[in-house]
């Protein structure tokens, strides 16, 4: 559930209609009722598309937390270790 | 208008609103709301989503709460809250669809978790019970409020549910509640129990009539003939509104009976008593003219609250109704717990058969701390009237004998502590169990007193579950089986020169009073509201005539020969019961 607030959260700050997907389901990026229902386990495929303003922003600010911060999971096993 | 057909546990003719109230564990009943309330439903669950999220927002703040783990589960709930999409979901059920708010809310949220349940990664299946942990907070900003309306109604209104436990039906303010309707039950439930003893009309087992009911419609609860309309036509309601007022001269001409004596037109007498729950029930029984205490049920000393009852309260709880009573009898049955009357508690484990299970004697035998402190209060009480104390459930000798060995040694403890009591209060025992019934003549050499009860004869001797309403047709207390037992019963109890009394259902049921009446039973302790039929009915008959319909209907060998048989006597000696 973590991933997807941070997903929603992330994708709540942009104007654009962005939406995520997998192979069979897509959902509206800033619904963490659709997000979470993706049901995406660790190694899924997902797809990000925008349309609006800041489109390319938004997608690039995703594609960050997933591929780069890994959604945080390292550094938040951390600091569980230090608090 | 829409008309319902159920069974009729208790009699009367109410038209009311509904007042309809759904149990926190089941389901949320799909039921409908008309056009003109939609944009004020689609308020309330835009309410329920805002309170529910300022709820959680100041959870969320506490710091002591607001750490590691549960700090993200509350703030992934808050996004859920916060979600346009979800709400839209469930605002568009009630506004297209026309769906109460609880409902919507409830079918939207369990598909979703449904969908994670269904979901092979544990971690992701897991995260239902989050899902149904918003559903929850959102159902209590929904309908916390309107539970709290059924404690403190202020019109009248007939309540209308699956089914009503012991702690709903405790805390309805009574002067408000016209009738009963429910979905479950039969002729001895509890919400039947209840809706005689407060003398409302009751119908249950319609199945569904909480589906589909509209709450701005009047509805009429039917208690003679089972039948509940719901949204009247006119002419439909002109013609209960008169049968309402016929019921009421009925009702009026029976007060009139109250000073009169239950005196057999040859001039036998019966001696009638009543069944009461609460202690506040007892002023009733005066008022309809009976002449004490035949059965005292003390379960409500342990349902209606969180904690087990010490001795001061079950003293206080006997002590009140003595003192309406004075010099006349007052039978208090020890704890008689377990099966359809305890299912809500969670301090008893969950028994595959709870009604062979551990329950009532049973159950105070291997609780004897427990046990004692009801007989101990019971023993103080017993000097201020003419206290005797009932076993229930009693299955062998072996049981009456432990069971009057603890109340021996609480005896002692009494005589330790310079406590005063009736060292010589009787002592009695329910007939309740087929094996109580046949060995009835080896316990009456031990027993004060016999007090049958129907209800669990019958279900026992019959093996039918008097709940279930697949099965609930077979119930019947005129199986030429039951018969039997009865008469042997008081044979025995005659024969041991101890009194026999009915405490069931049946006792108060017109068909069989002259059944009873003739199988030699002198003693009947029913509902109070039905003392003055059941008296009018003894008044109209003769022993002679009773003794002749019990001879016939020993001879016969169906329970449709009996019951056709005991209906067509009663209709003849009291037509405008029928």
């Known amino acids: 559930m973590r991933p997807a607030m941070l997903l929603v959260d992330i994708a709540s700050k942009f104007s654009s209609d962005i939406k995520i997907s997998n192979e069979q389901t897509t959902a509206d990026a800033k619904s963490i009722m659709q997000v979470t229902m993706l049901a995406a386990a660790a190694g899924t495929k997902l797809a990000i598309m925008a349309k609006g303003s800041d489109c390319e922003q938004a997608v690039e600010a995703l594609k960050e937390l997933i591929e780069v911060r890994m959604f945080d999971e390292e550094g938040r096993q951390e600091a569980v270790a230090a608090g | ?578």
């Open chain 2, 1 to 578: 208008m829409e008309i319902k057909k159920g069974i009729a546990v208790s009699p009367g003719i109410a038209i009311a609103k509904p007042l309809v109230i759904d149990s926190e564990d089941y389901r949320i009943p799909r039921r409908s709301i008309l056009p003109s309330a939609k944009v004020a439903e689609v308020k309330k669950v835009r309410d329920a989503f805002k309170s529910a999220a300022a709820e959680l927002e100041e959870v969320g703040s506490d710091d002591k709460l607001a750490q590691g783990n549960i700090k993200d589960i509350f703030a992934v709930h808050q996004r859920f809250l916060k979600d346009k999409n979800l709400r839209k979901k469930i605002t568009d059920l009630v506004y297209n669809d026309l769906l109460t708010a609880e409902y919507a809310v409830s079918t939207t949220l369990r598909d979703i978790a449904n969908h994670f349940a269904a979901v092979p990664d544990k971690y992701i299946s897991e995260r239902a019970t989050d899902i149904y942990d918003i559903e929850k907070r959102l159902l209590r900003h929904l309908l916390g409020k309107k539970r709290e309306d059924a404690a403190s109604i202020s019109h009248e209104v007939v309540v209308v549910a699956h089914e009503l436990s012991p702690t709903q039906t405790a805390g309805f303010d009574k002067k408000f509640i016209k009738g009963f309707a429910t979905d479950a039950g039969g002729r001895t439930s509890h919400t039947a129990i209840v809706a005689r003893s407060l003398g409302i009309p009751a119908v249950v087992g319609l199945e569904d009539v909480t589906r589909n009911i509209d709450p701005t419609a009047t509805v009429i609860i039917d208690g003679n003939r089972g039948v509940v309309v719901i949204d009247p036509d006119e002419a439909t309601l002109k013609q209960y509104q008169q049968f309402a007022v016929q019921f009421d001269r009925l009702e009026k001409e029976l007060d009139a009976l109250r000073d009169l004596d239950a005196i057999t037109r040859d001039g036998v007498a019966v001696q009638l008593l009543g069944n009461i729950e609460f202690p506040n029930e007892a002023e009733m029984i005066i008022d309809k003219g009976g002449h004490g205490i035949g059965l005292y049920r003390t379960e409500f000393l342990y349902l209606y609250s969180q904690t087990e009852p010490t001795e001061e309260d079950h003293y206080n709880a006997y002590t009140e109704v003595l003192h309406v009573f004075g010099d006349m009898p007052v039978v208090i049955r020890t704890m008689d717990l377990g099966a359809d009357k305890f299912t809500q508690s969670k301090r008893f484990a969950k028994e595959t058969n709870p009604q062979l299970g551990l329950r009532s004697i049973r159950f105070c035998l291997q609780n004897l701390a427990m046990f004692k402190t009801q007989l101990r209060a019971i023993l103080r009480a017993s000097v201020h009237g003419d206290v005797r104390v009932m076993f229930p459930l009693i299955s062998s000798l072996h049981e009456l004998r432990q069971a009057k060995m603890i109340l021996r040694d609480v005896m002692e403890d009494l005589d330790e502590d310079g406590l005063k009591y009736n060292p010589n209060m009787p002592v009695g025992i329910m007939i309740e169990t087929p094996s109580a019934a046949l060995t009835a003549s080896i316990l009456a050499t031990e027993s004060d007193f016999f007090s049958i009860g129907t209800n669990d004869l019958i279900q026992y001797t019959l093996a039918v579950d008097r709940g279930n309403e697949r099965v609930s047709t077979l119930y019947s207390g005129a199986d030429p089986a039951i018969i039997g037992l009865l008469r042997s019963v008081i044979h025995d109890a005659n024969k041991a020169r101890i009194s026999a009394s009915v405490c069931g259902e049946m006792a108060s049921e017109p068909e069989y009073v002259m059944l009873l009446l003739g199988l030699g039973y002198r003693t009947f302790s029913i509902a109070p509201p039905m003392i003055p039929e059941i008296k009018k009915i003894i008044r109209s008959v003769t022993i002679e005539s009773c003794n002749d319909l019990a001879r016939k209907v020993l001879m016969m060998n169906s329970e449709r020969e009996v019951i056709n048989y005991l209906r067509n006597a009663a209709i003849k000696v009291l037509p405008e019961v029928f």
